[in-house]
């Protein structure tokens, strides 16, 4: 089974280098880019059969060291 | 008076600051991250700073999973004192051991330079050398020193005493010009600027010295 995890930053807490993504599109030319809002993918793949059993280990991965949730949120999807 | 620092691959500050404590009068021990305990009468935990596992996912991430790391909890649950400085910060916030992260730097700069700390309070082991308010001198190198915390954590911090230094001139866009912060036994330190980068006046200063010294006289006292 194959998991995707998405880390993004909180609502509210400030991504520097977004901003600075958002900067440099604008130096290119791209106008109306109102934010910019960066994080990371996670592709994990997994010995679990079972959708449930995995979504679960994933999320305690999750908990536990992919994602720092004083500052970040994570969402699974499971393929 | 044993001290253990720990090392991780990719700490760069481990024999600088084993040199600190040594020259403090400290038994430096030095410690593996695959070791699963510290040595026998270890009285303070070193982490030093650096870039360990390359500062994949996040810096400190990987390294507050190591086996150390569970010996270091412990050593900290039993009351022994724990310094954490710069990547040894961000070590400790990721292990649980202090509250809040250290981001990206608020200009996105690697910050290289020698700073003006303020001694926001001396009721800790680690900085009762200085008096509260005073201003003293270290380095800093970092990338990653932005402290970040909620409004409920921010505000235990303060009522709690628990900033250890703030910075006069704000480096990294750090909350509440944040620096360094105790726990709440007051026994783990984390800090972003290098004391062990100052314990020389040959070279720069030794105003970190004074941390040194007083660390291993209250472990002795002890």
New interface residues.
């Given amino acids: 089974m194959k998991a995707r995890v998405y880390v993004t930053l909180r609502e509210g807490?400030?991504d520097?280098?977004g901003e600075?993504v958002r900067h440099a599109l604008g130096t290119l030319g791209f106008s109306g880019v109102n934010a910019v809002r960066q994080g990371k993918l996670i592709e994990i793949d997994l010995a679990a059969t079972d959708r449930a059993a995995a979504e679960a280990e994933v999320k305690a991965m999750c908990e536990?060291?992919?994602a720092?949730t004083?500052?970040e949120r994570y969402a699974v999807e499971i393929a | 008076m044993k001290a253990a620092i720990v090392t991780f691959p990719g700490s760069n500050c481990d024999r600088d600051l084993a040199l600190a404590f040594e020259q403090a009068g400290a038994r430096v021990l030095r410690v593996w991250h695959k070791d699963g305990a510290l040595p026998d009468g270890t009285d303070v935990v070193g982490i030093p700073g650096g870039f360990s596992f390359g500062d994949y996912?996040?810096c400190g991430?990987?390294a507050a999973?190591s086996p150390v790391m569970a010996a270091v909890r412990a050593h900290a649950a039993r009351g022994g004192h724990v310094l954490g400085i710069c990547n040894g910060f961000q070590v400790l916030t990721?292990s649980g051991l202090l509250?809040?992260?250290l981001?990206?730097?608020?200009?996105?700069r690697f910050v290289c330079r020698r700073v003006a700390l303020r001694v926001a309070t001396a009721a800790s082991a680690f900085t009762r050398g200085w008096r509260a308010g005073q201003v003293i001198h270290l380095p800093v190198a970092h990338h990653d020193g932005?402290y970040?915390?909620?409004a409920d954590g921010l505000a235990r911090l303060k009522d709690e005493d628990r900033i250890a230094f703030t910075y006069c001139d704000n480096p990294n866009?750090a909350m509440a010009d944040i620096a360094g912060i105790l726990s709440p036994n007051r026994r783990v330190l984390g800090m972003m600027p290098h004391p062990e980068r100052a314990i020389d006046p040959e070279l720069g200063g030794a105003d970190g010295s004074v941390l040194f010294r007083s660390l291993v006289e209250a472990a002795v006292a002890a």
């Fill in positions: 807490v400030l520097p280098q600075a536990k060291l992919l720092n004083v500052i | 996912l996040r991430a990987i999973q990721e509250p809040g992260v981001m990206r730097n608020a200009g996105l932005n970040v915390t909620d866009g």
